[in-house]
């Protein structure tokens, strides 16, 4: 199974600011099946990014993704208050995985 | 616009058995859900994400897989003409104690597009 691991557990940034958040796989994983997902709470999962890098439906462009091998990155660019909330990384694979979050806090 | 709701969740006694349900809506005519693949994800009180199991359509085969954690416990089938997919779940344990979420799985691009809302479980003596 691939063990995926995300960085920071908690970020807390100003609104206007960029995110950065990392994702680790234990081995190297074919690009398209690395998806991103946010969630409120309460709420379920909204899909971000699928394929590393491909925007899903509805998605603003402030998201992007990228990354390759077993470092990938979701990127937020201009942050807004209802960016607030945990951000999964899935790797779709033989045994599906998600990493185990990042706490996303506009302040 | 897929839409999923699940039903079935509540408390049960360690050692038993309950059965969730997710019905589906929303499919077309070209994009059948006899042709979708399923999952089902779960998640933990003030935890992360756990991916349980899938079941694909009976064009790809039919078939299941899951988590370690509920091999040979829990149990996903389909009902193609009432478009709902099932999880039998027996031998609770306490740590079975989630939100379970139905999602469909979208093929070719690979990722969860449609979620269901959540149901709770508890298990609990």
């Known amino acids: 199974e691939i063990v995926l691991t995300q960085s920071p557990g908690t970020l807390s940034l100003s609104p206007g600011a960029r995110a950065a958040l990392s994702c680790r796989a234990s081995?190297?994983?074919?690009?398209?099946?690395l998806a991103w997902y946010q969630q409120k709470p309460g709420q379920a999962p909204r899909p971000l990014i699928y394929g590393t890098s491909i925007r899903a439906s509805g998605i603003p462009d402030r998201f992007s993704g990228s990354g390759s091998g077993t470092d990938f990155t979701l990127t937020i660019a201009r942050l807004e208050p209802e960016d607030s909330g945990v951000y999964f990384c899935q790797y779709y694979g033989v045994s599906p995985s998600f990493g185990q979050g990042t706490k996303l806090e506009i302040k | 616009e897929v839409q999923l709701v699940e039903s079935g969740g509540s408390l049960a006694r360690p050692g038993g058995s309950l059965t969730l349900s997710c019905a589906a809506s929303?499919?077309?005519?070209?994009?059948?859900?006899?042709?979708?693949?399923m999952g089902w994800v779960r998640q933990a009180p003030g935890k992360g994400l756990e991916w349980v199991g899938r079941i694909k359509s009976k064009r790809g085969g039919g078939t299941t897989d899951y988590a370690a954690s509920v091999k040979g416990r829990f149990t996903i089938s389909r009902d193609d003409s009432e478009n709902t997919v099932y999880l039998r779940m027996s031998s609770l344990r306490a740590e079975d104690s989630a939100v379970y979420f139905c999602?469909?799985?979208?093929?070719?691009?690979?990722?969860?597009?449609?979620w269901g809302q959540g149901i709770l479980v508890t298990v609990s003596s």
């Open positions: 929303g499919f077309t005519f070209s994009d059948p859900f006899s042709d979708a693949w």
């Open positions: 081995q190297t994983v074919r690009s398209n099946y």
């Open positions: 999602a469909h799985i979208r093929l070719v691009e690979w990722f969860l597009e449609s």
